[in-house]
């Protein structure tokens, strides 16, 4: 019976070494997915930043500009994004109130998130980049190309 016990014991030891080992592989993988997830939505935002999005309908790696700035993605309603974007390309300041009602008139989908709040973090986060600035009163203008 000693026998038995003592292979229990060592195959005890055994599962939990290779336990250990399969969840630091996990834990490394799962920090390398974390990391080009941070990478990948990196290059999305300065994408965006920079006027191109990705078309899902394309072949891999193929972008669609439009020159006048407006993007469209394969015909689908407006994107909150494309219509800040198009609303600031006259290039004088808009407060977030405005922005929301051009969305909402273009069709954009606010699905149950408050439209302002929504607009505003758009309107910050693209505000983070060269060609857009936001004023001290809460207005956004576009300043360069």
């Given at each position: 019976m000693n026998q038995f016990i003592d292979s229990l014991k060592k195959r005890q030891a055994q599962l939990e070494k290779e336990q250990a080992d399969l969840q630091r592989t996990i834990n490394e993988a799962h920090a390398r997915l974390n990391a080009v997830t941070g990478a990948l939505n990196g290059v999305h935002a300065l994408l965006h930043l920079e006027g191109v999005v990705p078309d899902n309908g394309a072949a891999p790696g193929s972008m669609v500009v439009q020159p006048?700035?407006?993007?469209?993605?394969?015909g689908r309603a407006p994107q909150l994004y494309d219509v800040v974007i198009s609303a600031l390309q006259d290039r004088k300041p808009h407060t977030?109130?405005?922005?929301?009602?051009?969305?909402?008139?273009?069709?954009?989908?606010?699905?149950?998130?408050?439209?302002?709040?929504?607009?505003?973090?758009?309107?910050?986060?693209?505000?983070?980049?060269?060609?857009?600035?936001?004023?001290?009163?809460?207005?956004?203008?576009?300043?360069?190309?």
């Open positions: 006048s700035g407006a993007l469209t993605l394969n977030t109130l405005e922005i929301v009602e051009v969305a909402q008139k273009q069709g954009v989908k606010f699905e149950g998130k408050d439209p302002m709040k929504t607009v505003s973090m758009t309107l910050l986060g693209i505000s983070r980049g060269k060609k857009y600035k936001h004023h001290g009163n809460g207005s956004y203008q576009q300043i360069a190309d």
